[in-house]
Nanobody
Framework: QVQLVESGGGLVQPGGSLKLSCASS????????MGWFRQAPGKEREFVSA????????YYADSVKGRFTISRDNAKNAVYLQMGSLKPEDTAVYYC???????????????????WGQGTQVTVSS
């Protein structure tokens, strides 16, 4: 089992920045591809970003490409999402997720992840 706890959410003005963190405990962190998803009110949960086990590869939704950066520190069992140039449409609950090795589903799908955090609220508003 893997336990995930997100932090760093809050209220930020349009154009501002915010860094989310996700702390992991349980099994070996470097075994897992890690992802960030978000869910706005009334909408389905959507893929934001993912990072490979050792941070060599990263992937982004088109809507955040160039504005968000995912990173991980396996020594600290943590994954991060640096968000910049924030827009009101980035407002959502942001979730951290872990994907078991050899998962057959796409890293961009909710179904591709096995463990989820409780989420952290990000609100972009003036």
């Amino acid at each position: 089992q893997v336990q995930l706890v997100e932090s760093g959410g809050g209220l930020v003005q349009p154009g501002g920045s915010l860094k989310l963190s996700c702390a992991s405990s349980g099994r070996t962190f470097s075994n897992y591809v890690m992802g960030w998803f978000r869910q706005a009110p009334g909408k389905e949960r959507e893929f934001v970003s993912a990072i490979s086990r050792y941070g060599i590869s990263s992937y982004y939704a088109d809507s955040v490409k160039g504005r968000f950066t995912i990173s991980r520190d396996n020594a600290k069992n943590a994954v991060y999402l640096q968000m910049g140039s924030l827009k009101p449409e980035d407002t959502a609950v942001y979730y951290c997720a872990a994907r078991e090795p050899n998962s057959g589903s796409s890293y961009a799908l909710v179904s591709g992840y096995d463990y989820w955090g409780q989420g952290t609220q990000v609100t972009v508003s003036s």
